[in-house]
C-alpha cells in the first residue's frame, strides 16, 4: 500500500483523549514542582523578595514558600495536606517536562483490517499551567497476511520496514525511554477482524509488546492454542528473548491443539504447561528415553 493510498483509507476515527488525562493523573499524582524567584537564576523576575513558587499536581494549587525551606523537605503540600515528591521547576524550551509517555489506539478499518495509531504525548508547566502536546508518531496496518508501518518526520509519513513498538527517550545519549500505554480496546473493534481470536486483551495485561504481539499473532494463529492451553510461561519466553528456545519446544505453525508439540502424549500435554520452552524440550527427550515418568 502506498503512502497516498495509507492516508485515503485511514479512519477518521480519534482517540478517546479523555482516557490519556488519566494517564497523565496517574503520572503526575502527588508530585510538587518549585522553582525559585527574584535569585540569580532568575534575573529577570519582578519579584521584590525571593522565595519558592510551587504547584502541587495533587490539588492544582499555588504557593509560595520561604527561600530557605530546602527542596528535598517539601515532602507535604500546605494546601492540601497531602504527600508530595518535591521536583525541580525550571523554564527552559517552553516549561518544565513533568509527563512523557508513547499512546497507542487501536480503530478498525474495512472488513477485517486493523489500524494502530501512536502519539507522544507531553504535559508541560508553563507560564499559564499546565499544557498537553499530542504529536503522531506512526501508523500501523494490520490484515490476516499484511503488516504494515509508516512513521511521520519532517517530510511527512515514511514507510517503514522494520515492524515493532516505537521507542522514546529524552535524549539519544538516555538509557531511559519513556514508558507506553495501550488505549482501551472496545469488542466491537476487535470482533470480525483479523485479530478476533488473538488474545489481545490477555497479551496487553501480560504488558507484552503491542505491536510484536500482533505481528507474531498473525504469522502464528496457533497461539491461541497456547493461551488456551495455559501455556503463559511459552509466550513470556517468546518475548523475552528466547525465541529460539520456544520455536524448537512449539510447532507455531500448527492447525490443530495437537499439534503444538510433536509426539506429545496426554501424559507429557499435563505437565507442558507448567514449563518454560527450555524445560519441555528436555523434559520430552527425557521422557521418550524413558529416563522420568510424566507424573
Known sequence: MTTDEMLARLPDE???????????????????????????????????????ECVCTACGKKFEADVKDKLKDMTVCPMCGGKVEPHRWMFRRGGKLTSAFLFYHLFRGIGREIWVRSWRVSQRLNWDGLEIDYEPMSIYHFED?????????????????TIRMDTWKPNSFSYEYYPAFVG?????????????YS??????EYEFPLIEYIGFY?????????????????????FNGRKDDVRRAVNLKAKTFKGLFRGADKREMKIIPQ???REIIWFHWLY???VIRAD
Request: net charge positive.
Open 184 to 196: 482501551a480496546i472496545s469488542k466491537k473493534t476487535i470482533k470480525g477482524s483479523c485479530l478476533e
Open 275 to 277: 514449563l518454560h520452552a
Open 14 to 52: 480519534q482517540p478517546d483523549f479523555e482516557e490519556l488525562q488519566e494517564v497523565i493523573g496517574r503520572e503526575l499524582k502527588g508530585k510538587l514542582f518549585a522553582r525559585r524567584i527574584g535569585m540569580d537564576e532568575d534575573p529577570f523576575s519582578l519579584s521584590p523578595y525571593p522565595h519558592w
Open 145 to 161: 497476511d499484511t503488516a504494515e508501518k509508516w512513521k511521520l518526520g519532517w517530510q511527512g509519513w515514511k514507510p517503514i520496514k
Open 288 to 290: 521418550q528415553a524413558g
Open 218 to 238: 498473525l504469522k502464528n494463529p496457533s497461539v491461541e492454542y497456547l493461551w488456551k492451553s495455559n501455556c503463559i510461561r511459552l509466550l513470556c519466553d517468546y
Open 199 to 204: 488474545q489481545l486483551d490477555r497479551a496487553i
